[in-house]
Nanobody, 116 residues
């Protein structure tokens, strides 16, 4: 069964970089025609799609976040990562990784709080 699990530091200080990892089991992230996304939900707000990585490793990031967002992967560990630079309290959210376009298989999410 496909399972995804997010991990991260939980608390990040303003202006620093948020780094999150999604560990995938049950399927290789290089599987043909599979796509891997990051989505977030700030408190009291709706879901916001951040970006996606294809099986080839190519990425597409939401224009509103592109300037400070990067998505990468480590195929030997079957993981993909999110790095969000210059964070502010507005970046506080539950962050999810997911499989599919539209994303149908989700991790449980991990809280990331930006605060001094």
């Amino acid at each position: 069964q496909v399972r995804l699990q997010e991990s991260g530091p939980g608390l990040v200080k303003p202006s620093q970089t948020l780094s999150l990892t999604c560990t995938v089991s049950g399927v290789s992230i290089t599987t043909n025609k599979h796509h891997w996304s990051w989505i977030r939900q700030p408190p009291g707000k709706g879901l916001e799609w951040i970006g996606v990585m294809a099986d080839s490793g190519s990425t597409y990031v939401s224009p509103s976040l592109k300037s400070r967002t990067s998505i990468s992967r480590d195929t030997s560990k079957n993981q993909f990562t999110l790095q969000l630079t210059s964070v502010t309290p507005e970046d506080t959210a539950v962050y999810y990784c997911a499989r599919g376009v539209p994303p149908l298989d989700w991790g449980q999410g991990t809280q990331a709080t930006v605060s001094s």
